[in-house]
Nanobody
């Protein structure tokens, strides 16, 4: 079994910062990449950021470029999402995806 667990969400004012964590436990896998997605109420889930396991290449949605930064810790099977200068439109449930495995999500709420 593979378990993906996100943490670090919360409530923050506009302009604030949060750091999300994603830890993968269970059956050891070779990961190609780890990704963050988000889903706001009434909207479809959307891609936020991706980091490749080999080489650590980073990819971002245009809406978060320059504000969000994804990193990884291979030894801990973990990935992180540093979110700066948060905006109300960043409010969503944030999900981590490791290969084909999804976590349950962590809520981020940004007040105006």
């Amino acid at each position: 079994q593979v378990h993906v667990a996100e943490s670090g969400g919360g409530y923050v004012q506009t302009g604030g910062s949060l750091k999300l964590s994603c830890v993968v436990t269970g059956r050891r896998l070779t990961y190609d990449e780890m990704e963050w997605f988000r889903q706001a109420p009434g909207k479809e889930r959307e891609f936020v950021a991706r980091v490749t396991w080999n080489g650590g290449r980073e990819f971002y949605a245009d809406s978060v470029k320059g504000r969000f930064f994804i990193t990884k810790d291979s030894a801990k099977n973990a990935a992180y999402l540093q979110m700066n200068n948060l905006k109300p439109e960043d409010t969503a449930m944030y999900y981590c995806k490791a290969n084909a495995f999804w976590g349950q999500g962590t809520q981020v709420t940004v007040s105006s």
